[in-house]
């Protein structure tokens, strides 16, 4: 497993586990969700062992001591683990540290390779503990021969700090596969030639809104553009549906394609000579008719005069290998770890 893979995914992961790793750093930004308290539905039993160099797994002890030395004394093994569909969900490692809890998950494909280096779970997953917290969930390993892919969870507690004893409860519905990133130049733009649009969609069935500056954002009086027929195709499920000046200010209009089932998504950035990076004032989302596709609107509030100093450029995520789907369901116990007085017993 390569150094350079792991680094890939753990970029999310807090500080305090990666001061011994090397930094690394990439654009795309991590989604999170937030649950409200759930009982679990299912009680396992695991036994947890000192420190991780006592566990078997040699996937998970290569993974961790490359993220960490001392995380991987942290997090203790778990051990858990449920197959559906030919593929086994397994609860590695955790580690709970006041309100904020760990988690090193893996999937393997038993039967076969459907499972690739570009894993997702997309938002198939689902994390419950006993009180209202937010969660993250990211991929930081893939082992070929196995065909595993190891993924991380990072959940913070809302108002209760979880304690020894507390059980946490993760599943999983699907896993994306054939995933591909692309970063370019959208020299299909001239920002020196930009028209003006006043062919604005009229109500548009808005599904959210992202951005630096979302109070520039007026729901209410959305002005975004009606998308073109002749759309330029970016990447297979991202193409260029718009763009243009519309009330003074830089919009440019990407269709995704079925997001619900791709996860398809991407951003349109700018930058000067000088190699920085200026992102959108704001962007929003709507749905196309057949609430598959989605429209996302990138806005700029640049002087119109002063975007020839500028290229514009696109980041891209998107999948065409299709998913794999099936129930996968642990649910574990979650203890403290203290290397510093156990990594001798």
Same mark, same amino acid.
């Given at each position: 497993?390569?150094?350079?893979?792991?680094?890939?995914?753990?970029?999310?992961?807090?500080?305090?586990?990666?001061?011994?790793?090397?930094?690394?750093?990439?654009?795309?930004?991590?989604?999170?969700?937030?649950?409200?308290?759930?009982?679990?539905?299912?009680?396992?039993?695991?036994?947890?062992?000192?420190?991780?160099?006592?566990?078997?797994?040699?996937?998970?002890?290569?993974?961790?001591?490359?993220?960490?030395?001392?995380?991987?004394?942290?997090?203790?093994?778990?051990?858990?683990?449920?197959?559906?569909n030919g593929i086994k969900m397994e609860?590695?490692?955790?580690?709970?540290?006041?309100?904020?809890?760990?988690?090193?998950?893996?999937?393997?494909?038993?039967?076969?390779?459907?499972?690739?280096?570009?894993?997702?779970?997309?938002?198939?997953?689902?994390?419950?503990?006993?009180?209202?917290?937010? +969660? &993250?969930?990211? *991929?930081?390993?893939?082992?070929? /021969?196995? #065909?595993?892919?190891?993924?991380?969870? @990072?959940?913070?507690?809302?108002?209760?700090?979880?304690?020894?004893?507390?059980?946490?409860?993760?599943?999983?519905?699907?896993?994306?596969?054939?995933?591909?990133?692309?970063?370019?130049?959208?020299?299909?733009?001239?920002?020196?030639?930009?028209?003006?649009?006043?062919?604005?969609?009229?109500?548009?069935?808005?599904?959210?809104? +992202? &951005?630096?500056? *979302?109070?520039?954002?007026?729901? /209410?009086? #959305?002005?975004?553009?009606?998308?073109? @027929?002749?759309?330029?195709?970016?990447?297979?499920?991202?193409?260029?549906?718009?763009?243009?000046?519309?009330?003074?200010?830089?919009?440019?209009?990407?269709?995704?394609?079925d997001i619900l089932k791709t996860d398809?998504?991407?951003?349109?950035y700018l930058k000067n000579k000088d190699?920085?990076?200026?992102?959108?004032?704001?962007?929003?989302?709507?749905?196309?008719?057949?609430?598959?596709?989605?429209?996302?609107?990138?806005?700029?509030?640049?002087?119109?005069?002063?975007?020839?100093?500028?290229?514009?450029?696109?980041?891209?995520?998107?999948?065409?290998?299709?998913?794999?789907?099936?129930?996968?369901?642990?649910?574990?116990?979650?203890?403290?770890?203290?290397?510093?007085?156990?990594?001798?017993?």
């Amino acid at each position: 497993m390569r150094k350079e893979d792991l680094y890939h995914g753990i970029s999310g992961i807090r500080p305090a586990y990666l001061e011994e790793a090397d930094s690394y750093k990439v654009r795309k930004p991590l989604r999170w969700k937030k649950w409200a308290a759930a009982a679990c539905i299912c009680i396992c039993c695991g036994t947890a062992v000192p420190v991780l160099a006592a566990a078997d797994n040699k996937i998970a002890y290569e993974l961790l001591y490359h993220i960490s030395p001392s995380a991987a004394q942290k997090l203790k093994p778990v051990r858990i683990s449920c197959e559906d569909n030919g593929i086994k969900m397994e609860v590695i490692a955790a580690d709970i540290e006041g309100n904020k809890a760990v988690i090193l998950v893996s999937m393997q494909d038993l039967k076969g390779n459907r499972i690739d280096e570009t894993a997702d779970l997309f938002d198939s997953y689902s994390i419950h503990t006993p009180y209202d917290q937010t +969660g &993250g969930c990211f *991929l930081v390993g893939y082992e070929d /021969e196995t #065909a595993t892919a190891t993924f991380m969870l @990072e959940i913070e507690q809302a108002n209760q700090e979880l304690i020894p004893g507390d059980k946490i409860t993760f599943s999983a519905g699907e896993i994306l596969n054939g995933r591909k990133h692309s970063n370019f130049q959208l020299e299909s733009i001239d920002l020196k030639n930009l028209p003006v649009i006043n062919d604005l969609k009229e109500d548009p069935n808005i599904r959210g809104c +992202g &951005g630096m500056e *979302l109070d520039a954002f007026d729901e /209410e009086h #959305a002005q975004l553009m009606e998308p073109r @027929e002749e759309a330029i195709v970016l990447e297979k499920g991202a193409a260029l549906t718009g763009y243009g000046i519309v009330d003074n200010k830089l919009h440019v209009q990407v269709r995704y394609t079925d997001i619900l089932k791709t996860d398809n998504h991407g951003n349109i950035y700018l930058k000067n000579k000088d190699g920085e990076i200026i992102y959108c004032q704001y962007s929003a989302a709507f749905w196309d008719d057949n609430e598959a596709d989605s429209y996302e609107e990138y806005v700029f509030d640049i002087p119109v005069d002063d975007l020839n100093n500028y290229e514009i450029w696109g980041e891209f995520w998107t999948c065409s290998a299709g998913s794999v789907k099936g129930s996968w369901q642990v649910t574990f116990p979650l203890t403290y770890a203290n290397p510093s007085s156990r990594i001798n017993e």
